[in-house]
């Protein structure tokens, strides 16, 4: 008997706590087969045969001192195998894959074995074929599990006819009747194997998605939790600098009414200029920080347009003249939205900017818009170099960024998505190295009586 290394949703590493379970659940079955034979050999004497018996056993103990060799080095493979690209990582657990099947199917192979020297079908441990398809029922794929089953079925009724006699545990012949008594152990056993193969297979996949799903529930109380502290940080943020930023835009004012009063070189009145517009700067992105954080005291929702609202989102792009909007039919272009435009059109400035950053200084960034379903649908292309599976992976995680320390902090992606979903729309990636990246922005078309 053996369990599978493999995890379903695991494809980079084996789950090693239940390799060490099969690595002794088969040191276990060796100690309880010789212990077996033992017994044996002082009940029935010198009539079952001892060196075939000894030798299959052997070859499940050296297998197994195989298999926990290749564990250990498997486990030393796998910590250091972060410099090792993906692809050959995953060519070599698709071959690793096999291994949990290819020891089952040799331990079902042994014990028919070890019951065709001791009697066949009729020996009592027979039904260890049950203990070997329920486990791997449990941890292999479904189609291993039944393939496993459909070996044992075979083995059973091969059993039922070919086998080596003991007389301590052969029946007496019946004629007619041990053809039916054949017959219905064999439709017997393929009844059970199938049933115990389907319901454990069953519960399995079950559990699995059990499993998954409370993954994925922690996973969004994990980022609920890390929202409701960026917001807390956004707010706290606004109000302890709201006073400060007041306090020097009254400072500014009075300075400029006392220097109307005399002659005043160009250059300060223009860095006056300056300091006041920097002020307001500071005020929009308190605000649209509050706001893209989910604060929705931060935005008010208002009716808008998908014209307006890219309008909107150009305004406060870097390097506009590298934005390419292509210009959508009349009925998108003047589809009604309602939504917070400004934390909306800040959510779409971060996909375009980094869209910016994806390329060089002289790339470009395509945003176009179109109707799918109940639905707005902005796409916004860059030809930059793309992102890595492993990368995608991890998009929108916060504090996750691939840029160069001191060029963000990760943030960005986490708050759009959160607004997004907030929303009740949709953001997907689409991205290939070396080819670009596509971002998906599906937003909803509601009515503003639905809000």
């Known amino acids: 008997m053996n369990v599978s290394a493999w995890n379903l949703g695991v494809h980079l590493s084996p789950q090693f706590g239940t390799s060490t379970w099969l690595l002794q659940l088969r040191w276990m079955a060796v100690l309880g087969q010789l212990i077996t034979v033992a017994i044996a050999w002082g009940v029935v004497d010198s009539h079952i045969p001892l060196v075939p018996l000894l030798l299959l ?31 050959a990582r995953d060519k070599s657990h698709r071959s690793a894959d096999l291994v949990p099947p290819g020891l089952m199917l040799l331990d079902l192979g042994t014990l028919t074995a070890m019951l065709y020297f001791t009697g066949g079908a009729v020996n009592p441990f027979a039904l260890f074929y049950f203990v070997n398809l329920a486990v791997g029922g449990v941890i292999l794929r479904p189609r291993w599990a039944w393939g496993l089953t459909a070996f044992a079925i075979v083995a059973h009724t091969a059993l039922l006819e070919f086998y080596r006699p003991l007389e301590q545990i052969v029946l007496p012949p019946l004629g007619v009747a041990s053809h039916v008594s054949t017959l219905g152990l064999a439709i017997a056993f393929t009844t059970c194997a199938a049933v115990v193969t389907f319901f454990v297979t069953h519960t399995a996949a079950e559990l699995t998605r059990r499993q998954q799903q409370l993954r994925r529930s922690e996973e969004e109380r994990t980022r609920s939790r890390q929202l409701e502290g960026l917001t807390t940080l956004a707010a706290g943020a606004a109000h302890e600098l709201a006073t400060p930023l007041s306090t020097i835009d009254v ?3 009075e300075l400029g009414r006392h220097l109307e009063e005399c002659q005043t070189p160009p250059t300060v009145e223009h860095d006056l200029k300056l300091i006041d517009h920097e002020l307001e700067s500071c005020r929009q992105i308190l605000l649209r920080m509050r706001a893209a954080a989910g604060d929705q005291s931060g935005q008010s929702w208002q009716r808008t347009t998908v014209e307006d609202l890219i309008d909107t989102t150009l305004d406060g792009v870097r390097d506009p003249h590298r934005v390419d909007v292509v210009d959508g039919p009349e009925s998108v272009e003047q589809q009604v939205l309602w939504l917070p435009q400004e934390a909306v059109a800040q959510a779409i400035r971060n996909l375009i900017h980094n869209g910016l950053d994806a390329g060089g200084p002289e790339s470009r960034v395509r945003i176009e818009a179109c109707l799918e379903g109940d639905q707005i649908l902005l796409k916004i292309d860059d030809f930059g170099e793309g992102m890595s599976s492993a990368v995608l992976g991890r998009i929108g995680e916060p504090f996750f960024t691939t840029k160069e320390p001191g060029r963000g902090m990760g943030l960005g992606l986490f708050l759009t998505r959160n607004l997004i979903a907030k929303l009740g729309g949709q953001i997907k990636f689409d991205s290939h190295a070396g080819k670009g990246t596509t971002v998906s922005v599906l937003l909803p078309i509601d009515a503003p009586a639905t809000r």
Request: aromatic content about 12%; hydrophobic content about 50%.
């Open 57 to 87: 056993i052997g070859l499940t103990a050296s297998t197994n001192l195989v298999f926990g060799i290749w564990l250990w080095r498997s486990k030393r493979w796998v910590s250091s195998s972060a410099e090792i690209s993906l692809p």
């Open 251 to 253: 400072v500014v004012r």
